[in-house]
């Protein structure tokens, strides 16, 4: 499957969730298998969006490939905004300071929804790009 | 997919129906509606979902906003399709909210 190079904003959400499930539907992926794979790259694209790019006061692209193997279906995403690790613990500080309740529910909720939703999550730092994988299982054929 | 939805109330319930795709582009809108509902005397809010075809982490975020707003308010989340109720349920939200089927008078317009 071909590649996608879409903005990091918002806008480009749609795009992405169209590219993950085309690659969901070439690779046999189930209806629930599909939906849970596009909440896992829809959770960590928002990340990048908000997170890496606008909090991080830069602007940049997201590059989203796909590769089908025998045993899964593959995606990765690459962004050039700061080091941001979705799975990383939360400092301490963060912990003591008087942050409010839904702030810390809602981060942990998205990368709960990552982890839940594929069989294989893996961030990286590769130079000076994030690149965030979600490997799914392809269903083996009777 | 674009995401729509509107609020209707009638004798202290408000009803938001929400269809389409709630990501965390559409989620401004929904909360809109919500902070709409939080600014008028009800008893309950429902949460109309049976056309609501996908909800990421920032459609919960709006739920637990409308839950810290409106305390006093019963919060119904009403025919959810299977894998939104999925998400609901393993992050555990379905303690905060009712969860129903399909509009039930009986229960959402007790007094």
Redesign the interface.
Known sequence: MKSLSVPGV??S??LI?EYVMEAAAEAGLD??AT??L??AV??IA?NI??HGYEEGGCQGDMDIHSEISDQYLTIYIEDTAREFNPAAKIPEELERVNQPI?ER??GG??I??VL?GVDDFIYERVGNKNRNTFKSKIPESK | MAFNCELKTINAIATISVSGELDRKAAPDFQAKVEEASKQDITALVIDMKELEYMASAGLRVLIFAKQHMPNVTVYVVGAQELVADTIEKTGFNESIVMLSKYDAAIIEKN
């Open positions: 918002l806008d959400l749609d969730a209806k629930k939906y849970k596009r909440l829809d959770e928002t969006v908000t839904n529910i809602i909720l998205g709960f929804l839940d």
